[in-house]
Protein backbone atom coordinates (compact mmCIF):
# COMPACT_ATOMS: atom_id res chain seq x y z
CA UNK A 1 0.00 0.00 0.00
CA UNK A 2 1.10 3.38 -0.99
CA UNK A 3 2.19 5.64 1.86
CA UNK A 4 -0.79 7.91 2.32
CA UNK A 5 -0.49 11.67 1.03
CA UNK A 6 -0.70 14.96 3.54
CA UNK A 7 -0.93 18.53 2.06
CA UNK A 8 -0.18 20.98 4.39
CA UNK A 9 -1.60 24.63 3.29
CA UNK A 10 -0.09 27.72 5.77
CA UNK A 11 1.83 30.90 5.27
CA UNK A 12 4.14 30.23 7.63
CA UNK A 13 7.22 28.76 6.58
CA UNK A 14 7.52 27.94 10.44
CA UNK A 15 4.71 25.17 10.75
CA UNK A 16 5.47 23.94 7.01
CA UNK A 17 9.27 22.69 7.57
CA UNK A 18 7.81 21.52 11.61
CA UNK A 19 4.77 19.57 9.97
CA UNK A 20 6.79 18.31 7.14
CA UNK A 21 9.29 16.86 8.98
CA UNK A 22 7.00 15.38 11.36
CA UNK A 23 5.08 13.68 8.69
CA UNK A 24 7.83 12.57 6.82
CA UNK A 25 9.32 10.76 10.10
CA UNK A 26 5.71 9.40 10.58
CA UNK A 27 5.97 8.11 7.17
CA UNK A 28 3.07 9.77 4.99
CA UNK A 29 4.22 12.02 1.52
CA UNK A 30 3.96 15.39 2.35
CA UNK A 31 2.57 18.25 0.07
CA UNK A 32 3.44 21.95 0.90
CA UNK A 33 1.40 24.70 -0.40
CA UNK A 34 1.74 28.53 0.99
CA UNK A 35 -1.86 29.84 -0.18
CA UNK A 36 -5.44 28.42 -0.80
CA UNK A 37 -4.94 28.89 -5.04
CA UNK A 38 -1.55 26.73 -4.64
CA UNK A 39 -3.55 24.24 -3.09
CA UNK A 40 -6.19 23.99 -5.49
CA UNK A 41 -4.15 23.83 -8.06
CA UNK A 42 -1.98 20.95 -6.76
CA UNK A 43 -5.00 18.95 -5.84
CA UNK A 44 -5.49 18.92 -10.08
CA UNK A 45 -4.30 15.93 -11.36
CA UNK A 46 -3.46 14.54 -7.89
CA UNK A 47 -5.25 12.45 -5.19
CA UNK A 48 -4.68 12.87 -1.42
CA UNK A 49 -5.87 11.58 1.58
CA UNK A 50 -5.87 14.51 3.89
CA UNK A 51 -4.93 18.33 4.28
CA UNK A 52 -4.22 20.41 7.11
CA UNK A 53 -5.23 23.73 6.53
CA UNK A 54 -4.02 26.83 8.35
CA UNK A 55 -7.32 29.48 8.78
CA UNK A 56 -5.63 33.06 8.37
CA UNK A 57 -4.36 32.94 5.41
CA UNK A 58 -3.96 35.60 2.10
CA UNK A 59 -6.07 34.99 -0.66
CA UNK A 60 -8.28 32.51 0.27
CA UNK A 61 -8.75 31.66 4.29
CA UNK A 62 -8.99 28.06 5.49
CA UNK A 63 -12.65 27.56 5.34
CA UNK A 64 -13.20 28.89 1.95
CA UNK A 65 -10.44 26.72 0.91
CA UNK A 66 -11.92 23.69 2.61
CA UNK A 67 -14.92 24.13 0.72
CA UNK A 68 -13.26 24.49 -2.35
CA UNK A 69 -11.22 20.97 -1.69
CA UNK A 70 -14.37 19.11 -0.88
CA UNK A 71 -15.92 20.13 -4.01
CA UNK A 72 -12.83 19.15 -5.59
CA UNK A 73 -12.47 15.75 -3.85
CA UNK A 74 -15.45 15.43 -1.20
CA UNK A 75 -13.80 12.25 0.15
CA UNK A 76 -10.56 14.14 1.08
CA UNK A 77 -10.77 14.42 5.12
CA UNK A 78 -9.51 17.90 6.05
CA UNK A 79 -8.10 19.21 9.28
CA UNK A 80 -8.43 22.97 10.49
CA UNK A 81 -5.48 24.41 12.13
CA UNK A 82 -5.39 28.37 14.02
CA UNK A 83 -3.62 30.28 16.21
CA UNK A 84 -6.84 32.13 16.87
CA UNK A 85 -9.76 29.51 18.34
CA UNK A 86 -13.01 30.95 18.23
CA UNK A 87 -16.47 28.14 18.89
CA UNK A 88 -17.89 30.24 15.67
CA UNK A 89 -14.88 29.04 13.38
CA UNK A 90 -15.15 25.82 14.88
CA UNK A 91 -18.39 25.40 14.77
CA UNK A 92 -18.28 26.47 11.25
CA UNK A 93 -15.00 23.95 9.72
CA UNK A 94 -17.28 21.21 11.42
CA UNK A 95 -20.56 21.87 9.33
CA UNK A 96 -18.11 22.29 6.23
CA UNK A 97 -17.09 19.03 6.77
CA UNK A 98 -13.98 19.11 8.43
CA UNK A 99 -12.37 15.94 10.02
CA UNK A 100 -11.10 17.51 13.39
CA UNK A 101 -10.62 21.35 14.63
CA UNK A 102 -6.69 21.76 16.06
CA UNK A 103 -5.58 24.95 18.20
CA UNK A 104 -1.77 26.42 17.80
CA UNK A 105 1.05 25.24 19.29
CA UNK A 106 0.24 21.82 17.79
CA UNK A 107 0.50 18.62 20.48
CA UNK A 108 2.58 16.91 17.96
CA UNK A 109 1.60 13.11 20.14
CA UNK A 110 -2.06 14.50 19.64
CA UNK A 111 -1.84 15.13 15.73
CA UNK A 112 0.11 11.78 15.65
CA UNK A 113 -2.59 9.79 16.91
CA UNK A 114 -5.53 12.29 14.88
CA UNK A 115 -4.01 11.42 11.65
CA UNK A 116 -3.60 7.38 12.69
CA UNK A 117 -7.57 7.15 13.13
CA UNK A 118 -8.21 9.11 10.37
CA UNK A 119 -6.29 6.92 7.94
CA UNK A 120 -7.68 4.26 9.76
CA UNK A 121 -10.95 5.24 8.54
CA UNK A 122 -10.34 6.05 5.31
CA UNK A 123 -9.03 2.80 4.95
CA UNK A 124 -11.80 1.15 6.72
CA UNK A 125 -14.37 2.73 4.51
CA UNK A 126 -12.47 1.84 1.19
CA UNK A 127 -12.56 -1.96 2.22
CA UNK A 128 -16.54 -1.16 3.17
CA UNK A 129 -16.65 0.21 -0.78
CA UNK A 130 -14.80 -2.43 -1.87
CA UNK A 131 -16.57 -5.49 -0.20
CA UNK A 132 -19.84 -3.69 -1.76
CA UNK A 133 -18.59 -3.77 -5.42
CA UNK A 134 -17.84 -7.32 -4.81
CA UNK A 135 -21.02 -8.14 -4.00
CA UNK A 136 -22.19 -6.65 -6.86
CA UNK A 137 -23.79 -3.52 -4.89
CA UNK A 138 -23.97 -0.17 -7.02
CA UNK A 139 -23.05 3.04 -4.65
CA UNK A 140 -24.55 5.50 -4.77
CA UNK A 141 -22.99 8.94 -5.66
CA UNK A 142 -23.79 11.48 -3.33
CA UNK A 143 -23.81 14.59 -4.91
CA UNK A 144 -23.11 16.23 -8.65
CA UNK A 145 -19.28 16.08 -9.09
CA UNK A 146 -17.48 19.32 -10.05
CA UNK A 147 -17.13 23.46 -9.60
CA UNK A 148 -18.08 25.16 -12.24
CA UNK A 149 -20.70 27.96 -11.99
CA UNK A 150 -22.91 26.29 -14.71
CA UNK A 151 -22.80 23.18 -12.28
CA UNK A 152 -23.56 24.83 -9.35
CA UNK A 153 -26.51 26.81 -10.87
CA UNK A 154 -27.93 23.11 -11.37
CA UNK A 155 -27.37 22.05 -7.91
CA UNK A 156 -28.91 25.58 -6.51
CA UNK A 157 -31.98 24.43 -8.82
CA UNK A 158 -32.20 20.82 -7.54
CA UNK A 159 -32.36 21.87 -4.35
CA UNK A 160 -35.05 24.40 -5.06
CA UNK A 161 -37.35 21.83 -7.02
CA UNK A 162 -36.49 18.86 -4.74
CA UNK A 163 -39.04 20.18 -1.66
CA UNK A 164 -41.94 20.11 -4.03
CA UNK A 165 -43.39 17.56 -6.08
CA UNK A 166 -43.97 18.92 -9.36
CA UNK A 167 -42.81 17.28 -12.19
CA UNK A 168 -39.61 18.03 -13.56
CA UNK A 169 -38.21 17.97 -16.99
CA UNK A 170 -34.38 17.50 -17.57
CA UNK A 171 -33.00 18.11 -20.87
CA UNK A 172 -29.44 17.80 -21.95
CA UNK A 173 -27.45 15.82 -24.77
CA UNK A 174 -26.47 12.17 -23.78
CA UNK A 175 -24.07 11.57 -21.42
CA UNK A 176 -24.50 14.66 -19.10
CA UNK A 177 -26.06 13.34 -16.37
CA UNK A 178 -29.86 13.72 -16.26
CA UNK A 179 -30.18 10.35 -14.52
CA UNK A 180 -28.21 11.76 -11.51
CA UNK A 181 -29.81 14.94 -11.09
CA UNK A 182 -32.94 13.30 -11.53
CA UNK A 183 -31.66 11.13 -8.08
CA UNK A 184 -30.13 14.16 -6.73
CA UNK A 185 -33.78 15.34 -6.76
CA UNK A 186 -35.75 12.23 -5.58
CA UNK A 187 -32.59 11.88 -2.82
CA UNK A 188 -33.65 15.52 -1.37
CA UNK A 189 -37.26 15.35 -1.50
CA UNK A 190 -39.71 14.55 1.21
CA UNK A 191 -39.89 10.42 -1.25
CA UNK A 192 -36.17 9.87 -0.50
CA UNK A 193 -36.78 6.78 1.30
CA UNK A 194 -39.43 5.55 -1.30
CA UNK A 195 -38.08 3.71 -4.46
CA UNK A 196 -36.56 5.51 -7.21
CA UNK A 197 -37.01 3.27 -10.33
CA UNK A 198 -35.06 4.69 -13.78
CA UNK A 199 -36.38 3.72 -17.30
CA UNK A 200 -34.51 4.47 -20.35
CA UNK A 201 -38.00 4.62 -23.30
CA UNK A 202 -35.98 4.39 -25.96
CA UNK A 203 -34.61 0.88 -24.61
CA UNK A 204 -37.72 -1.25 -23.98
CA UNK A 205 -39.65 -2.73 -27.35
CA UNK A 206 -42.96 -0.66 -28.16
CA UNK A 207 -44.99 -3.47 -27.88
CA UNK A 208 -43.84 -3.76 -24.53
CA UNK A 209 -43.60 -0.44 -23.02
CA UNK A 210 -47.27 -0.06 -21.91
CA UNK A 211 -46.79 -3.37 -20.08
CA UNK A 212 -43.83 -2.64 -18.47
CA UNK A 213 -45.11 0.98 -17.58
CA UNK A 214 -48.50 0.21 -16.74
CA UNK A 215 -48.38 -3.20 -15.54
CA UNK A 216 -50.20 -6.52 -17.47
CA UNK A 217 -52.63 -9.18 -15.58
CA UNK A 218 -52.56 -12.82 -16.77
CA UNK A 219 -53.98 -13.69 -19.97
CA UNK A 220 -53.60 -10.21 -21.28
CA UNK A 221 -51.25 -11.50 -24.03
CA UNK A 222 -49.16 -14.40 -25.33
CA UNK A 223 -46.74 -14.69 -23.02
CA UNK A 224 -48.57 -13.19 -19.99
CA UNK A 225 -48.81 -16.03 -17.46
CA UNK A 226 -48.88 -14.08 -13.92
CA UNK A 227 -50.34 -10.40 -13.27
CA UNK A 228 -47.66 -7.90 -13.65
CA UNK A 229 -48.07 -4.46 -11.18
CA UNK A 230 -45.75 -2.45 -13.57
CA UNK A 231 -42.94 0.19 -12.95
CA UNK A 232 -45.49 3.21 -11.82
CA UNK A 233 -46.85 1.45 -9.30
CA UNK A 234 -43.09 -0.73 -8.51
CA UNK A 235 -42.26 3.47 -7.76
CA UNK A 236 -45.69 4.22 -5.57
CA UNK A 237 -44.74 7.03 -2.84
CA UNK A 238 -41.46 7.59 -4.35
CA UNK A 239 -40.12 8.57 -7.97
CA UNK A 240 -39.76 7.18 -11.37
CA UNK A 241 -37.61 8.41 -14.04
CA UNK A 242 -38.88 8.22 -17.80
CA UNK A 243 -35.77 8.63 -19.69
CA UNK A 244 -35.68 9.93 -23.61
CA UNK A 245 -39.68 10.19 -22.91
CA UNK A 246 -40.16 11.75 -26.29
CA UNK A 247 -39.42 8.20 -28.08
CA UNK A 248 -42.66 7.15 -26.30
CA UNK A 249 -45.54 6.22 -29.23
CA UNK A 250 -48.27 8.84 -29.53
CA UNK A 251 -50.37 6.41 -28.61
CA UNK A 252 -48.70 5.95 -24.94
CA UNK A 253 -47.74 9.09 -24.19
CA UNK A 254 -51.78 9.99 -24.40
CA UNK A 255 -51.93 7.15 -22.00
CA UNK A 256 -49.21 8.13 -19.72
CA UNK A 257 -50.67 12.04 -20.03
CA UNK A 258 -53.82 10.66 -18.43
CA UNK A 259 -51.73 8.84 -15.54
CA UNK A 260 -50.55 12.33 -14.98
CA UNK A 261 -53.85 14.02 -14.68
CA UNK A 262 -55.73 11.18 -12.82
CA UNK A 263 -53.30 9.84 -10.64
CA UNK A 264 -54.22 6.09 -11.41
CA UNK A 265 -53.04 3.25 -13.81
CA UNK A 266 -54.88 0.49 -15.51
CA UNK A 267 -52.50 -2.64 -16.28
CA UNK A 268 -53.20 -4.21 -19.95
CA UNK A 269 -56.23 -6.58 -20.19
CA UNK A 270 -57.52 -4.96 -16.84
CA UNK A 271 -60.63 -3.26 -16.46
CA UNK A 272 -60.25 -1.96 -12.69
CA UNK A 273 -57.72 0.85 -12.44
CA UNK A 274 -54.95 1.55 -9.11
CA UNK A 275 -53.96 4.65 -7.37
CA UNK A 276 -50.64 5.34 -7.54
CA UNK A 277 -48.89 8.27 -5.21
CA UNK A 278 -45.84 8.84 -7.94
CA UNK A 279 -43.33 11.96 -8.35
CA UNK A 280 -42.75 11.87 -12.31
CA UNK A 281 -39.09 13.12 -13.77
CA UNK A 282 -38.53 13.01 -17.41
CA UNK A 283 -35.55 13.77 -19.60
CA UNK A 284 -35.04 13.82 -23.37
CA UNK A 285 -31.84 14.26 -25.45
CA UNK A 286 -33.20 16.39 -28.16
CA UNK A 287 -34.77 19.80 -28.26
CA UNK A 288 -37.54 20.03 -26.69
CA UNK A 289 -39.73 22.69 -29.24
CA UNK A 290 -38.24 20.99 -32.15
CA UNK A 291 -39.92 17.20 -30.54
CA UNK A 292 -42.74 19.11 -30.25
CA UNK A 293 -42.95 20.75 -33.68
CA UNK A 294 -42.10 17.62 -35.32
CA UNK A 295 -45.59 16.10 -33.66
CA UNK A 296 -42.91 13.70 -31.73
CA UNK A 297 -43.43 15.08 -28.34
CA UNK A 298 -47.17 16.03 -27.79
CA UNK A 299 -47.93 19.15 -26.45
CA UNK A 300 -50.34 18.60 -23.68
CA UNK A 301 -47.94 15.94 -22.34
CA UNK A 302 -45.15 18.71 -22.68
CA UNK A 303 -46.72 21.19 -20.82
CA UNK A 304 -47.67 18.30 -17.95
CA UNK A 305 -44.16 17.29 -17.41
CA UNK A 306 -42.09 20.61 -18.46
CA UNK A 307 -43.63 22.22 -14.94
CA UNK A 308 -39.90 22.52 -13.76
CA UNK A 309 -36.89 22.46 -16.46
CA UNK A 310 -33.25 21.60 -15.31
CA UNK A 311 -31.18 22.13 -18.55
CA UNK A 312 -27.84 20.42 -18.38
CA UNK A 313 -24.74 21.92 -20.32
CA UNK A 314 -22.68 19.76 -21.88
CA UNK A 315 -19.34 19.07 -20.39
CA UNK A 316 -17.29 21.07 -23.41
CA UNK A 317 -19.04 24.40 -21.60
CA UNK A 318 -17.92 23.29 -18.02
CA UNK A 319 -14.29 22.02 -18.49
CA UNK A 320 -13.56 23.49 -14.93
CA UNK A 321 -14.97 20.31 -14.08
CA UNK A 322 -13.07 18.10 -15.73
CA UNK A 323 -10.20 17.48 -12.67
CA UNK A 324 -13.18 17.26 -10.19
CA UNK A 325 -14.63 14.36 -12.43
CA UNK A 326 -10.84 12.88 -13.04
CA UNK A 327 -10.40 12.85 -9.17
CA UNK A 328 -14.07 11.17 -8.43
CA UNK A 329 -13.44 8.78 -11.39
CA UNK A 330 -9.82 7.74 -9.95
CA UNK A 331 -11.38 6.76 -6.46
CA UNK A 332 -14.23 5.05 -8.37
CA UNK A 333 -12.15 2.61 -10.19
CA UNK A 334 -9.54 2.15 -7.81
CA UNK A 335 -11.84 0.37 -5.52
CA UNK A 336 -12.94 -1.80 -8.67
CA UNK A 337 -9.97 -2.75 -9.91
CA UNK A 338 -8.10 -2.78 -6.50
CA UNK A 339 -5.46 0.00 -7.95
CA UNK A 340 -3.76 2.75 -6.28
CA UNK A 341 -3.68 5.39 -8.65
CA UNK A 342 -2.76 8.39 -7.40
CA UNK A 343 -3.27 11.07 -10.34
CA UNK A 344 -2.43 11.96 -13.85
CA UNK A 345 0.67 13.72 -15.48
CA UNK A 346 0.23 17.25 -16.67
CA UNK A 347 0.21 16.17 -20.37
CA UNK A 348 -2.79 13.46 -19.67
CA UNK A 349 -4.50 16.12 -18.18
CA UNK A 350 -3.86 18.99 -20.92
CA UNK A 351 -5.21 16.69 -23.43
CA UNK A 352 -8.30 16.18 -21.40
CA UNK A 353 -9.11 20.10 -21.18
CA UNK A 354 -8.43 20.52 -24.54
CA UNK A 355 -11.03 17.99 -25.92
CA UNK A 356 -14.73 18.84 -26.41
CA UNK A 357 -15.93 15.41 -25.08
CA UNK A 358 -18.86 14.79 -27.72
CA UNK A 359 -19.79 12.19 -24.96
CA UNK A 360 -19.99 14.57 -21.81
CA UNK A 361 -19.26 13.32 -18.86
CA UNK A 362 -19.61 9.17 -19.96
CA UNK A 363 -17.38 9.52 -22.46
CA UNK A 364 -14.72 10.93 -19.88
CA UNK A 365 -15.63 7.61 -17.64
CA UNK A 366 -14.90 5.16 -20.08
CA UNK A 367 -11.74 7.19 -21.28
CA UNK A 368 -10.85 6.56 -17.59
CA UNK A 369 -12.04 2.84 -17.21
CA UNK A 370 -10.41 2.03 -20.25
CA UNK A 371 -7.09 3.03 -18.83
CA UNK A 372 -7.84 0.86 -15.66
CA UNK A 373 -8.54 -2.14 -18.32
CA UNK A 374 -5.42 -1.75 -20.10
CA UNK A 375 -3.25 -2.18 -16.80
CA UNK A 376 -2.82 1.80 -15.95
CA UNK A 377 -0.97 2.15 -12.26
CA UNK A 378 0.48 4.81 -9.99
CA UNK A 379 -0.13 7.98 -12.99
CA UNK A 380 -2.46 7.93 -16.02
CA UNK A 381 -0.27 9.22 -18.64
CA UNK A 382 -1.19 10.33 -21.85
CA UNK A 383 -0.25 7.12 -23.71
CA UNK A 384 -2.59 5.38 -21.15
CA UNK A 385 -5.57 7.33 -23.13
CA UNK A 386 -4.81 6.33 -26.74
CA UNK A 387 -8.27 6.99 -27.87
CA UNK A 388 -8.51 10.56 -26.73
CA UNK A 389 -5.00 11.11 -28.68
CA UNK A 390 -6.51 9.51 -32.15
CA UNK A 391 -10.05 11.20 -31.48
CA UNK A 392 -8.20 14.65 -31.04
CA UNK A 393 -6.00 13.54 -34.34
CA UNK A 394 -9.35 12.95 -36.36
CA UNK A 395 -11.15 16.47 -35.29
CA UNK A 396 -8.27 18.73 -35.32
CA UNK A 397 -5.13 17.03 -38.07
CA UNK A 398 -2.92 19.94 -38.19
CA UNK A 399 -3.71 20.77 -34.15
CA UNK A 400 -0.99 20.15 -32.10
CA UNK A 401 -1.42 19.22 -28.68
CA UNK A 402 -1.82 22.39 -26.27
CA UNK A 403 0.57 23.29 -23.77
CA UNK A 404 -0.59 23.45 -20.08
CA UNK A 405 -0.05 27.73 -20.59
CA UNK A 406 -2.03 27.48 -23.62
CA UNK A 407 -5.16 25.40 -21.33
CA UNK A 408 -4.71 27.72 -18.54
CA UNK A 409 -5.29 30.77 -20.74
CA UNK A 410 -8.59 29.22 -22.38
CA UNK A 411 -10.13 28.61 -18.78
CA UNK A 412 -9.37 32.06 -17.52
CA UNK A 413 -10.65 33.71 -20.83
CA UNK A 414 -13.69 31.45 -20.48
CA UNK A 415 -14.10 32.14 -16.84
CA UNK A 416 -14.00 35.58 -17.39
CA UNK A 417 -16.68 35.19 -20.12
CA UNK A 418 -18.51 33.26 -17.82
CA UNK A 419 -18.23 35.96 -15.19
CA UNK A 420 -19.41 38.74 -17.11
CA UNK A 421 -15.41 39.88 -16.94
CA UNK A 422 -15.93 40.05 -13.17
CA UNK A 423 -12.09 39.14 -11.87
CA UNK A 424 -12.47 38.77 -8.62
CA UNK A 425 -15.16 36.21 -9.13
CA UNK A 426 -13.35 34.20 -12.22
CA UNK A 427 -10.18 34.22 -10.31
CA UNK A 428 -12.26 32.17 -7.14
CA UNK A 429 -14.23 29.77 -9.53
CA UNK A 430 -10.81 28.83 -10.66
CA UNK A 431 -8.84 28.55 -7.84
CA UNK A 432 -6.75 31.59 -8.56
CA UNK A 433 -5.97 34.37 -6.31
CA UNK A 434 -6.60 37.58 -7.88
CA UNK A 435 -3.03 38.74 -7.97
CA UNK A 436 -2.41 35.96 -10.36
CA UNK A 437 -5.18 36.40 -12.26
CA UNK A 438 -4.17 39.36 -12.85
CA UNK A 439 -0.47 39.05 -13.45
CA UNK A 440 -1.84 36.26 -16.36
CA UNK A 441 -3.87 39.02 -18.04
CA UNK A 442 -1.23 41.43 -18.36
CA UNK A 443 1.35 38.38 -19.63
CA UNK A 444 -1.56 37.78 -22.15
CA UNK A 445 -2.12 41.45 -23.16
CA UNK A 446 -5.41 42.07 -22.08
CA UNK A 447 -4.16 44.73 -19.16
Not at 199 to 224: D, K
Not at 304 to 330: G, S, T, Y
Not at 408 to 420: D, F, G, M, S, Y
Amino acid sequence: MDRPKILVVDDEKSIRDLLSAALSQWSYQVFLATSGPEALGMLKGQLLDAALIDVRMPDMDGIDLLRELKRYDSSMEIVIMTGYPTVTTAVEALKEGAYDYLTKPLIMDELKHLLARLIERRFLRKEVNTLRSRLGEQLAVNELVGVSPLLQAIKDMVAKVAVSDSPVMVEGESGTGKELVAAAVHRLSPRSKGPFIPVNCSAIPTELLESELFGHVRGAFTGAVADSIGLFRSANGGTIFLDEVAELPPALQVKLLRVLQEKEVRPVGATKTHNVDVRVIAATNRHLEEAMKDGSLRQDLFYRLNVVRVQLPPLRERKEDIPALVAHFLRQFNQRFRREVTGLDPEALAALMAYDFPGNVRELENLIERAYALGARDHLRLTDLPSLGAGARETAPSRPLPTLAEVEKELILRALQVHKNDKERAAKALGLSRRTIYRRLKEYGLL
